[in-house]
């Protein structure tokens, strides 16, 4: 009770007061709009780029964390794509979006304050590790299984190319490179670029909280309630359990199991339904499973912290 309490309870307060801001009319949507463009291509990806450039990539890199963590996710995605397909009865396409729903897990906005107030800021490079891996790695697989599906037969020679100029496109991905190029080089910055960039990542995640409360407001529960639970099952559930299995067999050390099981734990995050609006799949699908899954991963976060030693 104490977890819940003091570790899980004030970050969703926080979501909750964005939720009940916008609801209530004291701060308006196209606000929220404007302030999930800063988190997610300013903020976040400055976070992303001050962590990484400044990480001791040896210590955190660390393939039993990154294949523990990444099976689970592997295994989520399949077991969407053909749930949805074979079980549910969904076109190929369709199927893919929501595979990707149950792959995506909102490792940056619910991931990183969770596994800070649980353990503190010192276990944060496990989760670093994870997040610069986690947008190449989800993009990658889930545009390329999509294409795939979309070409039905015909020439993917050009596959590679959209998959990489789809995933450069993104601010996060670039803000991860840019830490790595910096990392790599020792290039030194300037005080006044790291003082500012300080400033903004000291932001990051209270704007990033505030934010995703405003945009549950604008996700109705909508779609079919069967492939809804499916998702959250499989989010929640599945994937964090066989990342449990998978770092108990690779003997994965303490820290990192924290890090990959509580980050494995989150519920879909938005970029589910970024992805779902680009191919115009599974929209509604992928906004309610945003909207029910943070719900009940306020249990099922729970769940797992008292499983985590």
């Given amino acids: 009770m104490q977890a819940l309490i003091d570790v899980i309870l004030p970050v969703f307060v926080l979501i909750g007061f964005g939720y009940l801001a916008v609801w209530r009319k004291y701060y ?31 210590d955190a890199f660390n393939w039993p964390l990154l294949v523990s963590f990444y099976t689970g996710a592997a295994c989520g995605f399949a077991a969407g794509l053909f749930g949805a397909r074979f079980v549910f009865g969904r076109d190929w396409e369709e199927s893919v979006a929501i595979g990707f729903c149950c792959l995506f897990s909102n490792s940056l906005m619910l991931g990183l304050p969770l596994t800070e107030r649980a353990y503190g800021p010192e276990a944060l490079s496990g989760n670093y590790a994870i997040v610069a891996v986690h947008s190449p ?28 100029k789809a995933m450069f496109r993104n601010s996060l991905v670039i803000g991860i490179t840019l830490g790595f190029i910096v990392n790599f080089s020792g290039l030194p910055l300037p005080t006044p670029i790291t003082g500012a960039l300080d400033l903004i990542v000291r932001s990051a995640l209270p704007a ?39 770092s108990r067999v690779l003997d994965l050390g303490t820290a990192g199991m924290r890090s990959a099981i509580l980050t494995a734990s989150m519920a879909p995050g938005i970029n589910t339904y970024v992805f779902a609006s680009m191919y115009g ?8 499973s945003v909207l029910f899954a943070t719900s009940l991963s306020i249990v099922t976060i729970w769940m797992w912290l008292h499983v985590l030693p």
Wanted: net charge positive; aromatic share 8%; with cysteine.
């Fill in 28 to 58: 308006p949507e196209s606000g929220v709009d404007g302030l999930m463009r800063y988190t997610q291509h300013f903020a976040m990806p400055c976070l992303l780029f001050s962590a990484i450039a400044n990480m001791d990539l040896g």
């Fill in 137 to 164: 790695f989800c993009y990658g697989l889930g545009i390329t299984v999509m294409e795939i599906v979309r070409a039905r037969g015909s020439s993917v020679a050009a596959l590679p190319a959209k998959v990489l």
């Fill in 208 to 246: 990033a909280l505030f934010g995703m409360g405003g945009v549950l407001v604008q996700y109705r529960p909508e779609g079919d309630l069967k492939v809804i639970g499916f998702v959250c099952a499989v989010a929640l559930v599945l994937h964090p359990a066989i990342t449990y299995a998978m």
């Fill in 281 to 288: 799949k599974a929209r509604r699908v992928a906004a309610s």
